[in-house]
């Protein structure tokens, strides 16, 4: 079964840090680019970053640039992100994706997200 | 990076069709054949419905259908049922970045 499995919330007080993890299991992971999702409580969905299958290609959103850190471990099927400097406003429900086809289908580009976990929550408040 | 913008509502009855637009720019859905759509019910994860435009996943209904046109994506759903109620999303690429659409409510009368 293709599984996603997201920890690392939890409470923390403003200007702390933070770090994200996704354990992946049923797919081939490091054939994959793979993404972070947050929705804030009753907001929409906002795309955090995205890390293509081999780290070479990395994007942020602009929300976030500078203050958080996308990796992943291909040896350990495992992606994380790294928190900095955080803020109320980073207070969401984080969610890891998959995308839906292998780098080598072509583009290196992110074609949408078919596999996702079911999230760690947020919170920053003092 | 700002959001793609979509309409907050849309509704149908029962075997009707529903039609939501996804408005971008050059730099995101209108250049580059990679606009997604989600569907998301409440409390639960978001489900891939579109892939590439116009590709459904394995197991997506085909009344469920996707286009576009310059900056403009948009997602169909036809023979609307009771389950299709929830919030819809489209997402594009946009060269390393990927973007999400303002969402859209889904209303089955």
Known sequence: EVQLVESGGGLVQPGRSLRLSCAASGFTFDDYAMHWVRQAPGKGLEWVSGISWN???????????????????????????????????????????????????????????????????????? | QSALTQPPSASGSPGQSVTISCTGTSSDVGGYNYVSWYQQHPGKAPKLMIYEVSKRPSGVPDRFSGSKSGNTASLTVSGLQAEDEADYYCSSYAGSNNVFGTGTKVTVL
């Open chain 1, 55 to 126: 780290s070479g290609s990395i994007g942020y959103a602009d929300s976030v640039k500078g203050r958080f850190t996308i990796s992943r471990d291909n040896a350990k099927n495992s992606l994380y992100l790294q928190m900095n400097s955080l803020r109320a406003e980073d207070t969401a429900l984080y969610y890891c994706a998959k995308d839906i086809l292998p780098y080598y289908y072509g583009s290196g580009a992110f074609y949408g997200m078919d596999v996702w976990g079911q999230g760690t929550t947020v919170t920053v408040s003092s």
